[in-house]
């Protein structure tokens, strides 16, 4: 059974007339490097990248996600059965694809980065109405600068596309994971407008998890899972996380600010980025030890993730396991960090 998909392809948002904000463009092409490292991880290529195999969903006329489709050109990696090396679609084709030459996630990478070359100017990187002229500017000639054909593109968000398009191999980025960096890069350090989507996008969300401690375990496909499934939520100064006495089921794990733990007035504990709160209660086999003990406060601008037992059961068995390991870690540290404060109180204080 195939997913149906709400909505349609990016091939007419190529046209002059229809070009997606930028913003979105970049967060499109980070998203479909991530789902294409994913591929790659499982030894295939997909070499027929381009516009029209990208599925977007929308929902209200706006654009929300985008799938990857038709894997029918793809080269499997680990495959001893004879496959064809020269497919694609042309405009969007490497050198190296055009030759029949072996092949890496590199190619790929060059035609999604013609994509995004395609959707920003309204024109692919080469064009000519024959085969060979096209062929020949692939091989030899340097697509124009971004800067030159569309108003609002920084030089950084061209040089990124233009690294991509690279003639030579080792010049592209070496991986998926690099090059989805450099996008994700663009909108976090704010080199395109953003007009558009003011909310915080997917990627800032997915590039912040990772550099999560909480998170060090999770693959990529598990951060997705949690980018997608948990409840995003801002703190401000002075707010009760939780009060003593109050029955808890959720939990948060703390993306950015600082959180204090305050047991009958005394502060007991402080809390950074990339630690939990809130896992004893929800973890706890009975409604009397749900009951918090203490008061957490924000003390500074706090953004957490949180879930509750319904959001958790929709994440993969995988996901939740890697949620159990991150708790037991947290867990160990706090009941290290009780034995050195009972046998060493002194170093501690």
Known sequence: MMEYVPGSTLRPFCRA??????????ELGFKCAMALGYVYRQGLIHRDVKPAN??????????TDVKVTDFGSVLNLASDVTQVYRVGSLAY??????????????????SLGAVLYHLIAGRPPFDAQVQSAMMHQIYHQTPPPLT????????TVDAVIQRALAKDVGQRYRDWDEFAQALSALISQQ????????????????????????????????LWEVVHRAKWQRHDFGRALYRKGEEGNTFHIIAK????????????????????VGEMAYLAPSPDLRRHSTDVIVTETATTISFTPDTLAQ???????????????????????????LAHPRRIL
């Open 191 to 222: 080199h395109v407008p953003r007009g558009h989507l003011q909310g915080v996008l997917d990627s800032e969300r997915f590039t912040l998890l990772r550099s999560l401690d909480f998170f060090a375990n999770f693959g990529d496909v598990e």
């Open 54 to 63: 990208l599925l977007v969903t929308q929902s209200n006329g706006a654009i």
């Open 148 to 155: 030159r054909l569309r108003a609002g593109v920084a030089p």
């Open 17 to 26: 007339d229809q070009l997606l904000p930028l913003e979105l463009i970049v």
């Open 93 to 110: 084709m490497s050198p190296e694809q055009l030759d029949g030459a072996a092949l890496d996630c590199r190619a790929d990478i060059y």
């Open 257 to 276: 600010g600082e959180l204090e733990v305050f047991r009958d007035g005394q502060k007991v504990a402080q809390l950074g980025a990339g630690t939990s």
């Open 315 to 341: 994440l993969s068995p995988g996901c939740r396991h890697l949620f159990d390991e991150g708790f037991i870690r947290v867990l160990v540290r706090r009941l290290h960090a009780a034995h050195e404060a």
